[in-house]
C-alpha cells in the first residue's frame, strides 16, 4: 500500500494551516502597543499614536541636549521574563548609549534647559532563531517577530518638572531579515528606534 501520497498531502495541509494561523496571529497584533506601567508622571497629558504605538508629550520650555546631566534606565520586565542577566544588562547599556548619542548628535539650544533623563524597558520580546529558519525554509519569511517598549521621561535638572515624555513600543520589521535570526537583536534595534523618536521629540522644540 502506498501511504507517500496522503503523507505528502497531509504535510501540505499542515503547513498551509501553520501559514494561516502565523499570518492571523500578525494581523491581530502588528502594532505593539506602548505599555502604561505608572514610571511616566505625566501619563495622562500624552497624546496617543493612531495606531497605539507611542503617546507621547512636550512641553513648550526649550531643552539643550548637550546639557544632559544623567541617562539612567531601569529595567521592568519580570524575572521569569526569559531574559537572562547578560541580556538584560545588554539591553540597557543599549538604550541608555543609543540615548546618550542621539542626545549628542542634536543641535545645541542656546538658553535651553538642562536635563536629566530616565527611562525604562518595559517589555522585551525576543525571537525564536530555530523557528525562523524553520518558517523560512518552508515559508520564505521568518514568521516570529521580535521588539520592544520602553517609557522615557526628560525632566527639568533643577526643578525635575517633565519636559516631554514618551512612552514607544516598537515591532521591528521584515526588511531587517538578519535580526530575526538573533534572539535579541529585534528588541535592541526595538531601543535604538525609541532613541530615534526621543530625538525627534526634543527636536521639535528645542
Known sequence: MNLLPISKSLFAR?????????????????????TDTGFLKNRGELTTSKDGGMAYYRSPTPVDPHQVRSISVEWAMPIDAGVSEDERARLISTLKAAISREAEALPQSV????????????RVESV???LNVLTSVFLTVPLDRGGA???IQVLDADTLQPLASMAHAYFVPITEFKARFFAMASAELALNAAAVELAKLLREKS
Open 128 to 130: 525564536n532563531p530555530v
Open 14 to 34: 499542515a503547513l498551509r494551516l501553520l501559514f494561516l494561523v502565523s499570518v492571523t496571529g500578525l494581523a491581530a497584533c502588528s502594532t505593539m502597543q506602548a
Open 149 to 151: 517598549a520602553v517609557e
Open 111 to 122: 538658553g535651553g534647559h538642562p536635563v536629566v533623563i530616565r527611562a525604562v524597558i518595559t
